[in-house]
């Protein structure tokens, strides 16, 4: 029986790892795989081990560019790496969080501070110098115990001690330098209940402690606040932008600091609400041109071509960048999230198409259309995505299709009816504008 067990336990094991599934987390791998230092980073848990007195669990942080439970890094810029380790400890049915700094000393590992905190993990960690002297500040973000709320501990490291300069509730924090003064500051932005408004602020830190710069409201509807993307306005001027999602679909916030306030001008202060960026949940900001910009996705109404048998709505997107006044379109595009492509309008179709979404048999066909009388003309494009073997095989070769691209599972073909080849509307042209994405 127990031979039958173990075998069952090594069958299952062997099926997640190869189907590729993120089943065994790092809290679920830290209880059948207790995590091992060995080699130079031995004398490290040695440490972690006598700091503990007892037993404890290793705490890995689940978002963000640092994901080790002891997390290496040169604070102070001396050439040597310091090492900070997170782990629990219960102490009277209480869970702690500790954060240990150890540092060497005449070529000797040694714990030189501990903090400690009642949390349930760590939610992201990183490091920053925002008070200007040349170390860097330990920022933590604490997943509390028992709740959904998160908390951001800032810490300085000196004279052997950790000195907690920030303790803040957020949803999501980032550092930035929006003064643009070459001095870091930290953004928090929080998201609450019905009766707490969302909120986005700025905080400084000098030899004195923390000074809260300012802050701005949010919209009220959010549900979901994505990772803050610190960028800068087609302007140049630095800006964090912000993609959420609300119950009608997403949005993006852009802040910045104008004057010394920050600022949220895509906001309409009169409803609490931004409708000036809303679209599909699916589209985020992005790079689309490579011009190191983000530009916003807009949802536009384009004409919607009907059958009988089909009446499937579809919006085309506007990529906009914002100078911190203005959404000016870089890019519209007719998006397939069904078959992860999309491809860029011309201003020459743009206001003069009509499209057919067929999504069972996975077919985008443009049509030209009169805007003046609201007719549909002739066809103009008819995009397929289609198995690639089919195409291979030949199934499409009486179809008058040509191929635009293929990830060797789906091969993108497309139809040009004579009507848009006397308009100059070639294989070549739609290659240019055609874009896989994942």
């Keep these: 029986m127990v031979k039958k067990i173990v075998i069952c336990f090594i069958c299952v094991f062997i099926i997640l790892n190869l189907c590729g599934c993120d089943f065994l987390t790092a809290e679920t791998q830290e209880l ?15 440490i972690i081990e006598k700091s503990a007195a007892g037993d404890y669990k290793m705490k890995y942080p689940a978002r963000g560019n640092y994901r080790s439970a002891v997390i290496m890094e040169d604070i102070n810029s001396d050439g040597i790496l310091e090492a900070f380790a997170f782990y629990s400890v219960s102490e009277s049915d209480v869970i702690y969080m500790n954060i240990n700094a150890i540092c060497k000393k005449d070529g000797k590992w ?40 998160m908390q951001l ?7 052997n001690a950790l000195t907690q300069r920030i303790f803040q509730k957020y949803t999501h924090f980032t550092v930035c330098d929006l003064d643009d003064n070459n001095e870091n500051e930290v953004l928090v932005v929080k998201t609450g209940s019905a009766e707490i408004k969302n909120t986005a602020s700025l905080y400084a830190l000098d030899s004195k402690g923390i000074i809260e710069i300012s802050s701005c409201e949010l919209d009220n509807a959010i549900k979901t606040v994505g990772e803050p993307i610190v960028s800068s306005l087609s302007n140049g001027k630095p800006a964090v932008y912000i993609d959420e999602i609300k119950g009608v679909g997403s949005v993006t916030e852009v802040l910045f600091l104008e004057k010394g306030v920050l600022v949220n001008p895509l906001l309409d202060s009169e409803i609490g ?16 041109n490579g011009d190191g910009v983000p530009e916003i996705p807009v949802q536009i109404d384009v004409p919607s071509v009907t059958r009988s048998d089909l009446n499937e ?55 030209s259309y009169n805007s003046v009388d609201m007719t549909i003309g002739d066809s103009l494009i008819d995009f397929r995505a289609v198995s690639k073997k089919d195409w291979d095989s030949g199934k499409y070769k009486n179809s008058s299709a040509k191929e635009i691209v293929n990830d060797g599972e789906t091969a993108y073909i497309c139809k040009i009816s004579d009507t848009a080849k006397n308009q100059g509307i070639t294989i070549e042209h739609i290659r240019e504008n055609f874009y896989l994405y994942k």
């Design 313 to 367: 709505k579809l919006y085309l997107t506007n990529w906009c960048s914002f100078n911190g006044e203005t959404l000016t379109s870089q890019m519209t595009a007719m998006i397939n999230t069904n078959d992860s492509y999309y491809f860029a309008i011309s201003s020459k179709l743009q206001g003069n198409i009509a499209i057919l979404k067929d999504t069972e048999n996975r077919s985008r066909e443009i049509f």
């Design 153 to 159: 501990s800032v810490y300085s490291l000196s004279d």
């Design 110 to 149: 040694q714990s030189s501070a501990v903090q400690k905190i009642v949390a349930g993990g760590v939610d992201k960690v990183e490091f920053c110098d925002l008070d200007g002297d040349g170390v860097k500040e330990i920022l933590v973000g604490w997943q509390i115990y028992g709740t959904s709320e």
């Design 273 to 288: 609400e931004n409708t000036a960026t809303l679209r599909s949940v699916l589209f985020t900001t992005k790079d689309i």
């Design 32 to 46: 059948i795989f207790p995590p091992q230092l060995s080699g130079e980073m031995y004398p490290i848990s040695q």
